[in-house]
Structures are given as C-alpha cells and as structure tokens.
C-alpha cells in the first residue's frame, strides 16, 4: 500500500481548483484500505481517550464538499472506534428563526467543542462564503442593517466575511482548538454516478431530492466559490486539505492519517498524573478495597 503525506494535501499557495486531484490510486484494494483505516481510527480514538482527560485542546473537524461528495459516511467510518463521550457532530443546515436573530457566525460558536473533545461540523461555517454567494438572496433573511437588497452585496461584503471566518478560527486556535478543513473534492462525473445510483436503488432513493439537480446545474459557480475559500482561508492555524473523494475508502483512510499524523506531533497531550498525595497512598487504597 502507498504511504502519504499530510503535505501531499495541505493546501499551503494560491490553487487553481481544476489542477486539485480527484482521485488517487493508493495500490490498496477496498478490504486493505478498511483494514487500514480501522487501525488508524483505533489510534485516534486512543489519542481522543487521553485528550479527554488531558482537557486542554479540543478538536474541530470541518468537513465540506459537493452533494455526494461522501461526508456523512466520512464520519462514520472514520469515528467509529471512538467513545460516544469525547465526540459531538453538528449538520449544519438551513438557519433556524433563532439563528437568524443572531449574526451568521453564532450558532457556529455555541456549538464549538469543550476542551478535550473533537467537535465534527458537517457543513460548516463556510456555507456563508459558499451557499450564500451562489444564492445571495438567501442573505436577505439575516436581516442586516447594512444589506437591504442582493445589489448591496459586492466584493466589500465578502472580504468582510471573510475577515471575520478567518479572524473566528484565530481566535478559537489561540485558546486550544486544533482546526482541521476538509474539502472533499469530488469530480462532476462522479457525482453524475452518484445521483442515478440514488435513482436506481430503492433503498437510496430517500437521498435524493430534485433540488439536487438545480444545484448541479450550478456546478462552476460553485467551484469557482470553493477556489476562493482554499485561497483566502487555508491558513498555518486552521489548514485546507483537498482530499480525492472520487473514491470513498480512499478519502476516509487519507482523512483518518491526516488526524492521526497531525495529533500525534502535540507531545504534551498526556494523561494527568494523580495529585501527589493521592498517589502516595496509592497503595493504602488498594489495602482498603482488599479488605471490604
């Protein structure tokens, strides 16, 4: 099996979104890469272990891409061996009416994960520099004072956005959380291949709804936005990585290594030692217990 290279998807200069990899061949059949990332996922979810109790980091797992492009079966399969306790996943969707009484970045900052968690954002805050930019109407119910028609939306509107996605992960990797952005770039055919399997399969059927085609239709704007969102916000603190998602072992194994091989560089995540009085009597405990 190929070995990779967090490196190899790290996206650290300007790209051009159409020269990012589909897909790639890791000279591994399906049963060899499920076997791998079963390995990888036992040892993050060890790492998870002792971040819990360490309790000084947290982990924030953003994941975005086309319909199709894989993510939520992404989660799963990656996620599977962890404790229930250190993990908690947001799916993102259309704001709620309380969402919208607050400005585009709150609920985002209300579901941030606690010290020693990872926090899984299915669709993340970057739907407001994507989905909104494709359909700028949808700004107008954020009810902004400054925005009171789609013609007040211009180039100023974005690069304040912007600003303010890139100043929020500053600030929230200064006070310990471990950003990870995933793009799961997918190409057009497969997502074509996806779509009529849907269709073809009863048991997928409820996957698809007819919206699916509207927004497909859209496919280069879209990916013109999402070129914009690995150039302008791919930063050394809260990193892009373009992750082949043509086909899904090969995307989920890549992901789990990036996890691991990114985590298991924090040397001082360890497990607490017991207060030094505690430990003294160690011994004298056990005595107690023994004799019950």
């Known amino acids: 099996m190929k070995d990779i290279s967090i490196d190899d998807f790290r996206i650290t200069s300007k790209i051009n979104?159409?020269?990012?990899?589909?897909?790639?061949?890791?000279?591994a059949d399906k049963k060899e890469l499920k076997e791998a990332l079963r390995e990888v996922s036992e040892a993050l979810a060890e790492i998870q272990n002792t971040m819990y109790a360490?309790?000084?980091?947290?982990?924030?797992?953003?994941?975005?891409?086309?319909?199709?492009?894989?993510?939520d079966s992404l989660?799963?399969?990656v996620f599977k061996e962890f404790n229930v306790r250190g993990i908690v996943a947001h799916s993102f969707k259309k704001p709620t009416a309380l969402e919208l009484k607050h400005d585009y970045l709150w609920r985002h900052y209300i579901a941030l994960p606690a010290r020693g968690k990872f926090g899984i954002f299915n669709r993340t805050h970057y739907e407001n520099v994507l989905v909104t930019r494709v359909h700028p109407n949808y700004l107008m119910?954020?009810?902004?004072?400054?925005?009171?028609?789609?013609?007040?939306?211009?180039?100023?509107?974005?690069?304040k956005r912007f600003r303010e996605i890139n100043?929020?992960?500053k600030h929230i990797a200064e006070n310990?959380?471990?950003?990870?952005?995933?793009?799961?770039?997918?190409?057009?055919?497969?997502?074509?291949?996806?779509?009529?399997?849907?269709l073809n399969r009863p048991d997928k059927?409820?996957?698809?709804?007819?919206?699916?085609?509207?927004?497909?239709?859209?496919?280069?704007k879209y990916q013109a936005c999402y070129e914009d969102v690995l150039n302008r916000s791919s930063k050394p603190h809260a990193p892009w990585?373009?992750?082949?998602?043509?086909d899904k072992p090969t995307a989920r194994y890549i992901v789990a290594r990036i996890l691991y091989d990114t985590l298991k560089t924090y040397k001082d995540i360890k497990e607490p030692e017991l207060p030094a009085k505690e430990k003294a009597n160690i011994d004298v405990y056990k005595q107690q217990l023994e004799n019950e």
Not at 17 to 27: A, E, F, G, M, S
Request: hydrophobic share 35%.
């Open 141 to 159: 119910y954020e009810n902004m004072p400054d925005i009171t028609s789609v013609d007040d939306v211009n180039d100023t509107f974005w690069d």
């Open 176 to 198: 310990g959380t471990i950003i990870f952005k995933f793009f799961l770039n997918l190409s057009k055919g497969e997502q074509k291949y996806r779509l009529l399997r849907r």
């Open 241 to 246: 990585f373009n992750i082949p998602a043509d």
């Open 167 to 169: 100043a929020f992960e």
């Open 75 to 77: 989660i799963r399969e």
């Open 17 to 27: 979104i159409k020269d990012l990899p589909t897909q790639l061949d890791l000279k």
């Open 205 to 220: 059927n409820w996957k698809f709804s007819a919206d699916d085609l509207k927004e497909r239709k859209l496919w280069d």
């Open 54 to 71: 360490h309790g000084k980091y947290s982990v924030l797992f953003c994941i975005q891409g086309m319909d199709t492009a894989g993510k």
